[in-house]
């Protein structure tokens, strides 16, 4: 967790900026990128959940950029949290991976965004000052998407049986894909082993997987698939 009280004097007309990344690269590059802005400055930063809240308590920034992908909690778990405490507050996801699977999510959990790190630099300025409006970001290809969803009834075409997965259900799922056991999941998400291993039941049976074994090969291969994406 980092704070710049001191920068609240020099830009208190500026809009302040917290970012919640456990890349202090990534952090460093948005940071930069930002403070270029005449309107816009980072006023603190945490790389996860737990330093997120204690920064922006302190803080009360007019605006969190979060990574849902953060070491020891969930992005999407904390938007959810910060929905709670921070109702007024507005959140911009951000993220490696495709929109397609994660955008609706983080809409549901709370934040008002969701752009992905590969976006040009000028785009993500574009989704901050958007979220800042009091607008929704997402990108147009998503946007419409959702709206033939709502208004439409239309199934997403490249939907897949991931989407049936809850949040919490995905979480397993990707940390299962990263290599991770049943007693890690159990202690990074401070859950018991028997409910990590009905939420393992519960994955193989809406993808359809027949043992444990197959589930975590089909978990490895979607998150080697989500790094080449």
Known sequence: MSTDKGQD?????????VIV???????????DLINKED?????????????AMAVIKELEPDIAIVDISLQETSGLELIKDLKVQHPSM??????MYEESLYAERVLRAGAKGYIMKRE??????MAIRKVLSGQLYLSEKMAITLVD??????????????????????????MLGHGKGTR???????LS???????????????????????????????NNRGKG
């Open 9 to 17: 004097k020099n830009d208190k007309n500026k809009s302040r900026i």
């Open 21 to 31: 990344d456990d890349h202090p690269i990534v952090r460093e590059g948005l940071s």
């Open 39 to 51: 309107d816009l400055a980072v006023c603190g930063e945490a790389e996860d959940g737990q330093g």
């Open 90 to 95: 507005p959140v911009l996801a951000l993220s």
């Open 120 to 125: 040009a630099t000028k785009n993500v300025v």
């Open 149 to 174: 969803k709502l208004v439409g009834g239309k199934a997403d075409a490249s939907s897949s049986p991931i989407d049936r997965l809850t949040d919490r259900e995905l979480e397993v799922f990707s």
């Open 184 to 190: 890690q999941i159990s202690e990074r998400l401070h």
């Open 193 to 223: 082993v028997k409910t990590i291993e009905t939420y393992r039941s519960r994955i193989k049976e809406k993808l359809n997987l027949a043992s444990g074994s197959e589930l975590l090969q089909h978990a490895f291969q979607w998150i």
